[in-house]
């Protein structure tokens, strides 16, 4: 079997995390011009998108700044909506815990939805990869993308105008996501996760503070890993 | 358009508090976790985190896209699932992007 080594795990990472930018640049414009009309100005835009880049959150902020909603609910909604990526950090633990602090630092600064959802795919696909090798795929998913997110939000702030609609790019996010999904939906407990996850989702989708997804997540969660068990006590009857 | 938030709100304290708090999410299990082993029960139930959250997160822009005020749109539904499926057959996430993509703007035209 061929190895992989650290420069190639960048550019596979690399071209694992390309697709995504038709979907970060559109996205990034669009907070760019939303945060302008609000009264930022391009340098606090900037510092928006880089110090938190998560753009659910950062638009949440910003609507309920122009509701008027006191700075703690502004905090503390926008950091709601952001849970999700306590349960990345925690999925990724098993691949990238062994790194030294400094790099999980850096890791845990550019874990986003797009280079969590890349490089968890290559690690199911590739458990043997050496450590250095999962924190270079990781980093190649994180270049095309989270320069593009920041970059967009400027040009966003100076252009004053996004992708127009008709250009349907709305639907690039769920488009590259299930393109995303649907590899590593390789057995019956991953399926059994994923349709537990949409019909909780859909169930739950008018609660507040996304905390449907929340509940959608750790409910598809909870399903794959009871089939799996299941599944697994059948193969290997007891002794 | 609305009014200016930087006069009503101390823009640095919630760019600053919204990134020290997402950076504690994100570095939470990472960080305190590290390379100590989990129980087996915890990463079995981790192993499913990717399957059930990315669907949970694509479900209601499916079914309730924005871009439609949330009314359900033949082009997005069947965009949706040709990809889904050219995703599970081919196991090719280009392949799969471009079969939604040339379904969504498909559909769309075809719609007029």
Known sequence: ?239 | MSSDVTQDYSIWLVIVGLGAGSFALRYLFLGVIGSRPMPAWVLRHLRYTAVAIIPALVAPMVVWPAATGGAPDPARMAAAAVTLAVGLISRNVIASILAGAITLYGVLYLLG
């Open chain 1, 1 to 239: 079997m061929p190895t992989t080594t650290q420069k190639s795990a960048f550019w596979k990472g690399f071209a694992a995390g390309a697709p995504f930018v038709i979907v970060v640049v559109p996205f990034a414009m669009l907070f760019g011009v939303v945060a302008t009309e609000a009264g930022l100005d391009i340098f606090e835009t900037f510092a928006f998108s880089t110090v938190v880049i998560a753009g659910a959150a950062q638009f949440t902020a910003l609507q309920l700044m122009q509701d008027h909603a006191p700075v703690w609910v502004v905090l503390i909604s926008a950091l709601a909506v952001n849970l999700r990526l306590v349960m990345y950090s925690a999925s990724l633990t098993p691949h990238l815990g062994a790194l030294p602090v400094w790099r999980r630092l850096f890791v845990a600064y550019l874990i986003v939805d797009q280079s969590y959802a890349c490089s968890v795919a290559a690690y199911e696909k590739s458990p043997q990869w050496p450590l250095m090798t999962k924190l270079a795929f990781f980093m190649g998913t994180c270049t095309p993308v989270l320069p593009l997110w920041i970059a967009g939000s400027v040009a966003g702030a100076l252009l004053g105008q996004s992708i127009p609609p008709e250009f349907a790019l709305d639907f690039a996010v769920p488009i590259t996501f299930l393109a995303m999904l649907a590899p590593m939906l390789r057995t019956m407990a991953h399926m059994v996760a994923a349709v537990t996850a949409v019909v909780l989702a859909l169930a739950f989708a008018g609660l507040p503070f996304n905390l449907g997804l929340l509940l959608a997540g750790l409910g598809g969660m909870i399903a794959g890993a009871e089939v799996e068990r299941r599944v697994t006590r059948l193969e290997v009857p007891a002794q």
